[in-house]
């Protein structure tokens, strides 16, 4: 009888504490809807019966579970516990929400969904265990399921069917502690939108440090051999000295020195006059000879315009081998003149970031490309666009100081797409690391190399002129106007090459001047500030 009674009170100590040591379910039911994404919208519904705990539930969600909510009370979430305060008390169901993104991926045959319904972390039994899963269109495909403590076979326990867009059923006996249960779907290609996640090991990894690489080596590059003195820049009224209005593109942004803006500047000093031929085509006459006052290369230029004749047509083919010696010229005279011959060369970080723009949206269409026999020539071709969308971004950041709305345009475009593709198709950060790249590569080197003590001032000179184009109002040209004529015309032709002369000519369009002395058109001499640039922009496309 002692005996009897010393193991009934051991049972009821052993129920205590099993009571005490957890809590178990009724029922679960998860309900998931899939979309055209592949994304996992689930809803899981826990019911407990006659429960009493005062201990803070655990719960658990997948890994990688967004936008985790449990309905009507607080949650905390860490990791993939899920963990409900205050206890509870009789009759209890908890519902908790969740996201699931891109569950969806290619495979060599078409496409697969893997929906984790309950993940292993689950740590309560359930004596029920009720699915839904709704799909974006209905199929003929049939579902494969696994589960338990190792992730088996549960097919025998199961009782699915399926009705239009969904898949139902029930596990018979239950979910143990610790039980996990997944449904595998394999689709034909284009089931899911094309931009499913395929996976791709360490790739995308990979990628990213090659492009973190890349973006460090361009920025040590640039501090080593690229960076110049600070320019101080403070508005001034009159042109830099020493630079010609055609110089002016090529000192701001590194671009070819145009030998009309030269011609026009001389021009406007007497040393020749400029006929308009006919739409698109000019004649140039020599006035007088250019002796020691102008540069040296400024003379070897004039002498090859007019070496034979004193006349030369912009149409003839001694023009265009002016105009491509004149780019040579010039741009080795700035480079003597205001460059660092120990500094580095622009070329090299503005190429690092057109290889990590490449390899950035190669990065992106890599996970949005469908598996097939193509997608590797795909990819290439994506690089390679890449690499020209990331030239463009840079070649528009440094155009863009002189106003050139194409390229602006262009870099703009460029910058849009790649930045939308890797916002949908993925690897974002990858590419906003590109992106940021190319930009500071362009606005870093717009001004070429390392600019000398004598560069750095001629460089302060041409910003504050611009400056002042900029900022320059009616009230100031009406007072120019007042002392110099010839200077405004010659501002006008500066604020052209700098991309300023429509601005500059609107502020006073109708002041009268004297018009172009050395400029015979068709439209006869015009006498207004906006019908002179009018004139000038259309001799200058004549000399182009």
Known sequence: MIVKKILIALLCCCLLATAAMGVSLDRLTTDCTVDEDGDCHIVQTAEFKDVDSAQPLTLAVSEGAQNVSVDGCSAAVRGQLVTVEGGLSGDVTLVMRYDLARRAEETETGQRLTAELVCAQWELPAERYKFTVVLPEKTDAQPRFTGGYDGAGVEDKLTVSAEGRAVSGILRGGLLDHDSFTMTLDVPAGYFRAGTHRSTGAAPWILTALIVLLAAAAVWYWLRFLRSGRLHVQSRTLPPDGVTAAELPLLLCGCDAPLGALVCEWAELGYLTVTEKRAGAAVLRKSMDMGAERREEERRIFDALFRSSDVCESDSPRWKKATDAAAKLLR????????????????????????ACGLALLNTMAQLLPAGGVKWLLLIVSFAAGAVMGAVIVRAVIRAAVRDIPWLICGAASFAVMFLLARVGGGLLPMVIALALACAAGGFTRFGGRLTAAGVGVMEQCLGFVRFLEE?????????????????????????????????????????????????????????????????????????
């Open 472 to 544: 320059a109002d009616a009230e100031h040209l009406a007072s120019l106007l007042e002392r110099d004529e010839q200077t405004v015309r010659r501002l006008l032709l500066y604020a052209h090459t700098a991309g300023l002369g429509r601005r500059f000519a609107a502020q006073l369009p109708d002041a009268e001047q004297e018009p172009y002395p050395w400029l015979q058109t068709a439209d006869g001499a015009q006498a207004q500030l906006g019908a002179m640039y009018d004139q000038l922009k259309r001799v200058l496309t004549a000399l182009k």
């Open 332 to 355: 080795g005279c700035c480079a003597r003149r205001l460059y660092d011959r120990a500094g580095g060369g622009p070329l090299i970080p503005r190429a690092l970031a057109v290889l």
